[in-house]
């Protein structure tokens, strides 16, 4: 099976723009999570999708929202961007039909965003 | 206190050696643990997935719950040097929520 992909890889974009990163889940999967990395803060929780409606949401401003396609295909935005928006952006996939808490995520590449 | 606790590290480890990782949790109504794997650059990958207090072992690696003490921790037997990367602990609260640790570098030395 393919993995989960995302695209683009990279991005640069400037203060105040806005952004929309695109995650593929594995074939069959149809739960989707986005999640933030940076040096300081780590891996944070951004949102979980599943069948088409947000099951979770983690603590970021309303600027972060997603949205999942009938496909299962996820994407995120962020408006107006901030410096502090730079981050590495993870998708991960499983299959969230198992007893809630025990499916496995499997993570995508990420997709570097640089905001100057 | 953070909800998911680990020793930055680095962990210096010779080669052949068992490296152990640990990871404390705040919340005990926390459901499923994993352990991931980061290279630098790269995305986690799942190393181990434990549910039920005890040892759950997969060739080189063993994962050990104790729910009582609200700590997990993660073995590796016979470490390599391919070994090296960051450890993320992951904790599941609530849904499908993982919330990490801030991982553990881990260096292995030939």
């Known amino acids: 099976k393919a993995g989960v992909t995302q695209t683009p890889r990279y991005l640069i974009k400037t203060r105040g723009q806005q952004v929309t990163l695109s995650c593929s889940p594995i074939?069959?999967?149809?739960?989707v999570s986005w999640y933030q990395q940076t040096p300081g803060q780590g891996l944070q929780f951004l949102f979980e999708y599943f069948s088409e409606t947000q099951r979770n949401k983690g603590n970021f401003p309303g600027r972060f929202s997603g949205r999942q396609f009938s496909n299962s295909r996820s994407e995120m935005n962020v408006s107006t961007l901030e410096l502090g928006d730079s981050a590495l952006y993870l998708c991960?996939?499983?299959?969230?039909?198992?007893?809630?808490?025990?499916?496995?995520?499997?993570f995508g590449p990420g997709t570097r965003l640089t905001v100057l | 206190q953070k909800e998911v606790e680990q020793n930055s590290g680095p962990l210096s480890v010779p080669e052949g050696a068992i490296a152990s990782l640990n990871c404390t949790y705040s919340?005990?109504?926390?459901?499923?643990f994993f352990w991931y794997r980061q290279y630098s650059g790269k995305s986690p990958e799942l190393i181990m997935s434990?549910?039920?207090?005890g040892d759950k072992e997969d060739g080189r690696f063993t994962a050990q719950l104790n729910k009582a003490s609200q700590y997990v921790s993660l073995l590796i037997r016979d470490s390599q040097p391919s070994d090296s990367a960051t450890y993320l602990c992951?904790?599941?609260?609530?849904?499908?929520?993982?919330?990490f640790g801030g991982g553990t570098r881990l260096m292995v030395k030939p």
């Open positions: 434990i549910y039920s207090n």
């Open positions: 074939s069959g999967h149809r739960s």
């Open positions: 992951a904790v599941v609260r609530a849904g499908n929520m993982l919330t």
């Open positions: 991960a996939s499983s299959p969230g039909t198992g007893a809630v808490g025990t499916d496995t995520q499997y």
């Open positions: 919340d005990r109504g926390s459901q499923s």
